[in-house]
């Protein structure tokens, strides 16, 4: 079997505006980042009405195993195609974090793949950095207000908007600014995040058009007065320069699959640190020009779905149609106790012992009224008692289990997914929300520690109540929470696999991302910059002799 990388190159990649035609996008709304890749001009598009039925693919907890969601996304999209369903597929940009970290890219694998594929996974068409951009841009202005007077009187200790930069570097989490003298402005403690969990980013893949954008960029609050009044980007005259700088990034990304079926990549939050999306405009796009919607969201269901049913679909006016649940007997085994080298040998006991965690991922959406079906990635190692256990483990939670081999196969190898997908889709749902807006900030936390991740409370220091009855008293106690927290297990701990309960689940920090519409709550040890492993992806990525990029997948 070749590799990705090899697939990907040996692909029969369609010009563009081939793409786009078939998509239903008329030329004047595409605009050409070379030949295989287009940004969509949305306005040129004309008015209309979303007719398409919206379906997210989500996971199990991730492990080391593999379980393989993006993948399965395109190859879900690409078989809907095949059965003759106009279909449209909604990923989220990759990082280059993890693409020079640990995960790799995020462009799919084997035979269901997005291309251009090392386009996607580095610069892509420059909306990471114009995301960058815009957020450093506030950060330069609010030193340069203070250093110029400090008009608005900003406390220089209450200051919460830190620096962004895509890429893992720990040794930016925290430090010491504005040092060597008073022409470089006053000394102060602050940090960098990663670009994905910049509020500019949650912005960009929440507002609705242009105009939308620039009022949430106005609203985001970078700090406070001595008196603990909020001073926005708007107070500082930023948020126009910023939309500026956004104004092409805000358009959806045109590329294709494998199969040359149109993929819109676009926005790229992580699910763990922040809400795991992709851009509303992407997705309503897609459901204005196809019958069928296939979305993602980031890691587990805890979490990426969550986050897209209480967050994107709540601001959207979204209603999904279906839940995809993706799980593998590898990573089942893995969550029963078996260690990764001896992942390849049957043990269909580990299989049920692991099962817990698919399971409690097959309650959690039920809880939201969407019907789900589990999609079983298969690898070449599983045996056919293994993948009968998977699927009694969904069948007696009221679920059902569709093996596929789109990774070998294509969209071929998951036509049955597709079927039962439509048949679900086309049925009737009660999809609501997990919380009302009007529930206090704190029991909305406390709502998803106990309800989604089946903690017996989440405790915070009376620092963090207070914080959160001021931002209700200013009028914020409507929106949602956004957790952040560990992708890898339904506790705060990354080791307690399978399904724990009973744990705590500590709220150390809370910020508030006005412009985007929600709290975010760290809990945990979770970091907003990720740092480097011990070998770092990067090592391995190059050019080969014939000046081709190796190592990046």
Known sequence: MPTDIEISRAAAVRPIQQVADR??????????????????????????????????????NPTPAGEGKTTTSVGLADALALIGKRTMLC???????????????????????????????????????????????????????????????????????????????????????????????????SGFDITVASEVMAILCLAEDLADLESRLGRVVIGYTRDRRPVTARDLKADGAMAVLLAQAIKPNLVQTLEGNPALVHGGPFANIAHGCNSVIATRTGLRLADYVVTEAGFGADLGAEKFLDIKCRQAGLRPAAVVIVATVRALKMNGGVAKPDLGREDVAAVTRGGVNLVRHIENIRQFGVPAVVAINRFPTDTDIELAAVAEIAASHGSEAVVCTHWADGGAGATALADRVVAIADGTTQFAPLYDDALPLFDKIATVATRIYRAEAAVADPAVHAQLARWEAAGHGHLPVCMAKTQYSFSTDPAALGAPTGHIVPVREVRLCAGAGFVVAICGEIMTMPGLPRVPAAEAIRFDDRGRIEGLF
């Open 23 to 60: 998509a239903g996008i008329p030329a004047d709304a595409v605009e050409p980042y070379g030949r295989h890749k287009a940004k969509i001009d949305v306005a040129a598009l004309g008015s209309g009405d979303a007719q398409g039925k919206l379906i997210l693919v989500t996971a199990i």
């Open 91 to 189: 990923l989220r940009e990759p990082s280059l974090g993890p693409c020079f970290g640990t995960k790799g890219g995020a462009a799919g694998g084997g035979y269901a793949q997005v291309v251009p594929m090392e386009d996607i996974n580095l610069h892509f068409t420059g909306d990471f950095h114009a995301i960058t951009s815009a957020h450093n841009l506030l950060a330069a202005m609010i030193d340069n207000h203070i250093h110029w007077g400090n008009a608005l009187d900003i406390d220089v200790r209450r200051i919460v908007w830190r620096r962004v930069l895509d890429m893992n570097d720990r040794a930016l989490r925290d430090i010491a600014q504005s040092l060597g003298g008073a022409a470089n402005g006053f000394p102060r403690e």
